[in-house]
């Protein structure tokens, strides 16, 4: 379908910064208001975490933000509100960042938070940190910068002018369109495949349900045998419009919108159906436009292949249904 829509933690060093005071390291971590909606997990696998939002991060040119905390933490349910209800600060995280909080109790967060606090060590400025504590990771997971949040704030809450400034200056560099575009012709020809070109924009819900389709092992693992696939973000891509634009439809159609393009960047079948711009493949007769796409662009996936693409499109759409 288409869319046209920071108490600190417990530091082994012995002090722990509250705000701008000091508590001793024994004192035990408050309990957690059960009215507080919960923001960490304990049992999420750092790890795991930081490899699936660089994942992500890698795919759409963004970064990863940790937050280190717990939810005893008052000021990270400030920080994160503030994320949430600051438009400014919510359009950055939204556009630029994949958010993973860290619980400082789960598997493999003492690691994580030690090779980002490692960078302030580097500086200076000592390992001793209150909580939330930032870091920005880039999509090879490397870490870009970290940044201790008291500085951050104003009073009893986060400046949001400060927050929007750190997470402005940390942001990936934007990717030009027509470049993106151009590199993946280039391969297309190379390994003789076809380029699928689609169309999307952080805000679009739809947009991201087709990435996230597109991304899995067991998709991606198909598709690739003939498809080179590439997204213009028509929002944080430079020029990205201006690609749209040769495509007459697709600026009409709403988006997700998509095709498949031969060598010289001629599209050789688009989401256009019957009805319209598919968008992300939902209804039946959706699913059966793009998998008539698929067999007209595809030179190698065999039928099955393409048929087993259409029974995980309905299965996904069976469980949209059920959470809807």
Known sequence: MSVMTRFAGILLVGVMVVGSGIAPAQEAKPEIKK?????????????????????????????????????????????????????EVRTLIRNEYVLVPVDLESPHADRLLRECKAGLAAKGEGESVGYPFLAVLDADRKVITQQRTDPLEEGDHHDPKKVREFLDRWKAEPLVAEKVLGAALARASEQDKVVFLHFGAPWCGWCHRLDDFL????????????????????????????????????????????????????AI????????NIGYPAKPEEIDHFLAMLRKAARRIEPDKIEQIGKALREAADRFKVSS
């Open 35 to 87: 009215d507080r909606a919960k923001i960490y997990d304990p049992k999420a696998d750092a790890d795991v975490l930081v490899a699936t939002a660089a994942a992500k991060a890698r795919r759409e040119n963004t970064r990863v933000l940790l937050m280190f905390g717990g939810d005893w933490c008052g000021w990270c349910h400030k920080l994160h509100s503030l994320f949430e209800s600051d438009p």
């Open 215 to 266: 991304a899995r092992e067991d998709v991606a693992a198909i598709l690739d045998r003939d498809f080179v696939d590439v997204k213009v973000d028509l929002d944080r891509m430079v020029g990205g419009k201006a690609v749209q634009g040769k495509f007459p439809k697709a600026a009409s159609g709403g988006i997700p919108w998509f095709a498949f393009l031969d060598g010289k960047g001629e």
């Open 269 to 276: 079948v688009t989401s256009d159906g019957p009805n319209g």
